[in-house]
């Protein structure tokens, strides 16, 4: 009817963008959805236009909040699904090289210049959520869960008026940066206080872009430190302290949200600033360990190119868990089923196989909220579906109740097409022990200690040291602490562990 | 909380933010000893007077760490229903406690690891819906054994020592923050009253007078004035306890608001204490109903902001309106089993002198979260017929006050009682700042229309099939002079349909024709310009139409002299003096000496009356 009224209007029906039960969630969705569609189907224009100026024939896949990708056709029209596709194929990269890697559970830590965004990935799989926070809004959609706290390289150092140090919520990003990049900065960053300590600028940073000057960030941090009556090293030791503790916070809730203990978890760092600060935020979270891939700069770049074809389909049945509720299942999900391999083969040509998961939103009667339960798709049975759920809840909140009512509000199906992945490389083993190229006094925890400095590409699978230590190479550096140890996989990563 | 009780961290994100600095040490000491593994709980506002209505149910554990006690973590829900004689337990026409539901004392729930399971069968039996509360109860459990374990990882981390230091030291960082706030504010002694519609079903106002004394980096909220204690269950259970939260909730909000980044704990309240005389609304005798405290907190709030503004005259916004009702829904499903659920419109938040209020979300009550109405359709029996913002209810103002939200639902099946906690500012509505508009009041209507019947304040509607309930929140107040208001906000308004072009005209003078401002008709009209209201308060015409008959100058002779008589007089005697008050000249037409003889004639008469010990005159 509108199409008849005005022709030229786009349209955004909310139950097309997502259809869930709750209309202000699905409203809002459906209004972002309206709100970037316009902008982003031009640029999307232009950018397959220049594609094929340039005389690149392939089909053009999009990256998707939920981890997976795209067809462009389906990108002009549902662009609300892309908003999160940054952090999201960061992770999905991580989740990638963690599991060929053979790490099981990892958590991803992404820290640029103004963010770190945390993930949990279990067997390669990233964690969903849905109403992931973009500014003041929630996005209804499934979306691979990042948790993202304002602390990165560039957050700023300063004293607040009652003498207390603070760090953040201000960046420097990137422009003007740190003080100790030369770019104009003044103002002490958490890459400052890791520069005044002497942990990094050892080596080149940002392939020759990036010299660091550790004069400058001990000049920027020299007031705070004259302020707070400690030295110039305490101070620095303080800002990461408080950094970090930023970061632990959230990294917390986030582990309480998906009922993980971090203890079974590698934090596994990339972005320009994750291998800079991840053991710090290791010891505090009690990790397992850190694992640093042999090039963490371009992780999120991989996670896009290695994406599957993915696609959600929900369906809000509101039904109680019963033998009846039970037995209305069986239609919806054929027709969820039908639709879902309609869009792998046919609205995106996927020929392989379809890789189908099933999963339900179920609460207590009673309950305001529901937890997204997996199912078996031979077993759905009343008894089965309780016995899913009760687990599930046990596992969120510590306690199940085998007796209350239960309702299922959503049925979930996930459909994926998977495609082509490389294979990692294996890296030379190591003939000797790894040799430092120099030793530098580095600075932890106001501590002056030896710390020896290693090239990246110098180590060999097989290499293992203790801290303190520090390895540069061109797109990060890695800070390894007093009192943990330092081992160089087949792959090349770096798996550091606390030493017992 | 500190192992003294006193709360060191409490959430940001969720839950309301009253509690932010309670102290649990009267509740805490209760108990001659903890052992690892105890839990404990009450919802007894007058065992230890820190649980405030009997929905709420406390809960408590102590944190030991190899043996030794270092803190404890501790919680609060609101338990949808807990018994007592209207469903959801909450009804201002309880006059006593025991009507109010199940009253649990301070009990360990469990013990050497052991479930008190008596204590559960006692709650279970004494409420409607005991699953529900079941669901609650072990939300709680496992709430507070997380925060067991998170707090022992946290002692693990730093040590036993720095911990327990560290808790002091964030407690004292507290109190330096709002010190540094209050020293911003000028000292002087501020004076700020306003009332709830009703003191009891179909009652008199009930008024909340505060002195706000600010010397220095410290501040005195002196409660006296207020109105003595009631026979409805709007008293507030403070025990007289000088930081209560209940009392704090507006300071906690306006020290927030004028600096973000206080951490919020029992430090931020230690510059403040308040004066709570026993006997009255906001310190009542064991026994009296307290249910609807939240409705007498919310004016604590708006008396708070009233007293500040004067302080701050170009930093407080108009106060959100309160009366913020919070209802429920009690029927029976199709199957016949009973469902509950709770649903409510709110008014908008005041004028500020930055921004407009916020629409649909009163400052003061951001906390609540939106039920959607498609979860409640698909709970119970009801079908919306509207829910959104209700045109022309946010008070004119350079910066206006935010739209009331309206919700309009049909029941479909017999026997549903539609219960509306909180409901006021039904007859006498909020205030507006600096020449803008007071706020409008409150509608509750039941099938609106030519037949339709007000409702009011009423609190408990029986509905049958087919009825309308239509909602209306509270309007908030402005802040300036709606004349002063940018003409683009105003056509703004009037294209996003929060205004009407009549409005637009009369209230601001602002002349749109064709959806364009039309200038030269602004300008005349504007220079035609109303008789703006001196004063930084505007109050409603309903407001000075009581104000007419009651002065400040009376109204603090009938507390005065209510305060002399025994406590279970005072609400009977209130009631006797506003009608014998009904009879004289208005405040205006009679000069202080009058206006005190008059008042000590009536109180004479009836203390003569009622055979009562005659009063000591205020000048004596």
Redesign the interface.
């Known amino acids: 009817m509108i199409a008849d009224l005005a022709p030229n209007l786009a349209v955004v029906a909310s139950a097309e963008t997502w259809p869930i039960?709750?209309?202000?969630?699905r409203t809002i969705t459906a209004v972002i959805s309206g709100y970037v569609q316009p902008r982003i189907a031009h640029y999307l224009d232009r950018f397959e236009a220049a594609l094929a100026e340039k005389g690149v024939t392939c089909p053009v896949h999009i990256t998707k909040s939920n981890g997976g990708v795209m067809g462009i056709e389906q990108a002009r029209a549902e662009c609300v699904q892309m908003i999160l596709s940054g952090t999201a194929s960061g992770v999905i990269g991580a989740g990638h090289l963690a599991r060929q890697c053979g790490f099981a559970r990892v958590l991803s830590l992404d820290i640029g210049g103004t963010s770190a965004d945390v993930a949990v990935i279990v067997d390669g799989q990233p964690q969903f959520g849905m109403g992931e926070r973009i500014g003041d809004f929630h996005i209804h959609l499934p979306t691979v869960s990042v948790s993202s706290v304002g602390q990165g390289g560039g957050s700023v150092a300063w004293v607040?008026?009652?003498g207390?140090l603070r760090v953040g919520p201000d960046s420097a990003g990137s422009t003007p940066g740190p003080a100790c990049y030369g770019r104009g900065g003044r103002r002490a960053t958490v890459t400052d206080a890791m520069a005044a300590a002497n942990l990094i600028g050892h080596s080149p940073l940002g392939y020759g872009a990036v010299r660091v000057d550790h004069a400058a960030a001990r000049a920027a941090i020299a007031p705070l430190a004259e302020r707070l009556g400690i030295s110039v090293e305490e101070a620095a030791a303080h800002i990461v302290d408080i950094s970090v503790s930023s970061m632990y916070a959230e990294v917390?809730a986030l582990t309480?949200r998906f009922g993980i203990d971090p203890r079974a978890f590698h934090l596994f760092a990339f972005g320009g600033a994750g291998a800079m600060l991840a053991c710090f935020l290791a010891r505090?979270l009690?990790t397992k360990g850190v694992v640093v891939p042999p090039t963490p700069g371009v992780v999120s770049a991989l996670g896009g190119l290695i994406a599957d074809l993915r696609n959600d389909f929900i369906r809000t049945l509101?039904v109680d868990v019963d033998a009846a509720g039970a037995a209305a299942l069986a239609a919806p999900l054929a027709e969820l089923r039908a639709t879902a391999l309609d869009w792998l083969h046919g609205r995106q040509g996927f020929r392989g196989k379809a890789r189908i998961t099933l999963s339900a939103d179920i609460r207590?009667a009673?309950?305001?909220y529901e937890i997204e339960t997996p199912l078996d798709p031979e077993a759905l049975d009343a008894e089965a579906l309780r016995a899913a759920f009760h687990a599930a809840h046990r596992r969120f909140?510590?306690?199940a109740?085998a007796s209350?009512?239960v309702q299922l509000i959503n049925l979930r199906l996930v459909i994926a097409g998977a495609t082509p992945k490389p294979a990692l490389p294996e890296i030379a083993r190591a003939a000797g022990p790894a040799v430092p190229v120099v030793e530098v006094t580095g600075w932890f925890g106001g501590r002056g200690l030896a710390t020896p400095v290693h090239r990246r590409g110098d180590l060999r699978a097989g290499h293992r040291f203790a801290g303190p230590a520090i390895i540069g190479q061109e797109d990060t550096t890695t800070v390894v602490p007093p009192g943990f140890a330092v081992e160089v996989d087949r792959f090349g990563n770096l798996v550091i562990t606390r030493e017992a | 909380m500190t192992r003294e009780g006193l709360a060191f961290a409490s959430p940001s994100q969720f839950g309301a933010p009253w509690y932010s600095g309670i102290d649990y040490g009267p509740l805490l000491r209760m108990f001659d000893d903890y052992a690892p593994g105890d839990i404990c709980i009450t919802n007894d506002p007058y065992s230890g007077n820190v649980a405030t209505h009997s929905p709420d149910l406390h809960i408590w554990k102590p944190v030991f760490y190899r043996g030794r006690l270092a803190c404890f973590v501790v919680g609060h829900i609101h338990n949808t229903d807990v018994g007592g004689a209207v469903p959801a337990s909450l009804s201002r026409s309880l006059t006593e406690i025991a009507q109010e539901g199940v009253r649990i004392p301070p009990v360990k729930l469990v013990a050497g690891g052991v479930m008190n399971d008596f204590a559960v069968a006692v709650m279970r039996a004494n409420v409607r819906l005991p699953d529900q509360n079941w669901g609650d109860l072990n939300a709680q459990i496992a709430s507070v054994n997380i925060g067991e374990r998170k707090m022992q990882e946290i002692i693990a981390r730093f040590g036993f020592d720095a911990f327990i230091g560290g808790a002091e030291r964030v407690l004292d960082y507290a109190e330096a923050q709002a010190r540094a706030v209050l020293s911003r504010v000028p000292d002087g002694e501020y004076f700020f009253a306003d009332s709830a519609d009703e003191d009891s079903v179909g009652g008199k106002p009930c008024r909340i007078a505060l002195t706000l004394r600010v010397s220095g980096d410290e501040v005195e909220l002196d409660y006296t004035g207020s109105d003595l204690q009631l026979s409805s269950s709007l008293n507030m259970p403070t025990g007289g306890r000088e930081r209560h939260p209940l009392v704090m909730v507006g300071l906690t909000y306006v020290l927030f608001t004028l600096d973000d980044s206080l951490l919020l704990n029992a430090g931020t309240l230690r510059p403040a204490r308040a004066v709570l005389p026993e006997g009255t609304v906001v310190n009542c005798a064991p026994g009296a109903a307290v249910g609807m405290r939240s409705l007498t907190c919310a004016l604590t709030q708006i008396v708070t902001v009233g007293a500040f503004a004067q302080a701050l005259p170009d930093l407080m916004p108009a106060a959100s309106p309160g009366g913020n009702a919070i209802m429920n829904v009690k029927t029976a499903a199709r199957n016949g089993r009973p469902v509950m659920a709770s649903i409510g419109p709110v008014g908008g938040g005041g004028g500020t002198p930055f921004c407009d209020g916020s629409d649909g979300a009163g400052g003061a009550t951001g906390f609540l979260r939106n039920t959607p109405i498609e979860i409640s359709e698909a709970e119970v029996p009801i079908r919306f017929l509207r829910y959104g913002l209700e045109p022309d209810t946010g008070a004119p103002g350079q910066f206006r006050g935010g739209l009331s939200a309206v919700m309009e639902f049909q029941v479909t099946a017999p026997e549903t009682v539609v219960t509306a906690r909180n409901r006021n500012r039904s007859i006498m509505p909020g205030w507006g700042l600096r020449g803008a508009h007071p706020g409008r009041v409150s509608r509750f209507l039941r099938n609106p229309g030519p037949a339709e019947q007000q409702l009011r304040n009423a609190d408990l509607v029986h509905c049958d099939p087919g009825d309308v309930i239509r909602v209306v929140g509270p309007g908030a107040g402005g802040w300036g002079d709606p004349f002063l208001r940018d003409p683009r906000a105003v056509l703004r308004d009037l294209a996003r349909g929060a205004i009407s072009a009549a409005s637009a005209e009369a209230d601001y003078g602002v002349v749109i024709r064709d959806g364009r401002i039309d200038a030269a008709a602004t300008a005349a009209r504007r220079a035609r310009r109303r008789a703006v209201p001196g004063g930084l308060f505007s109050h409603a015409a309903e407001r000075r139409a009581f104000e007419a008959v009651w002065s400040v100058a009376r109204y603090d002779a009938l507390t005065a002299f209510l305060a002399q008589m025994p406590v279970g007089w005072r609400y009977f005697l209130k009631h006797r003096v506003f009608e014998a008050v009904a009879a004289l000249p208005d405040a205006a037409a009679q000069d202080a000496a009058a206006t005190a003889a008059a008042m000590a004639r009536i109180f004479a008469d009836l203390c003569t009356r009622f055979d009562l010990p005659a009063p000591r005159l205020a000048a004596e």
């Open positions: 039960i709750r209309e202000y969630e607040d008026p009652l207390m917390s309480a505090e009690g509101y207590y009673g309950q305001a909140h510590g306690h109740d209350a009512p």
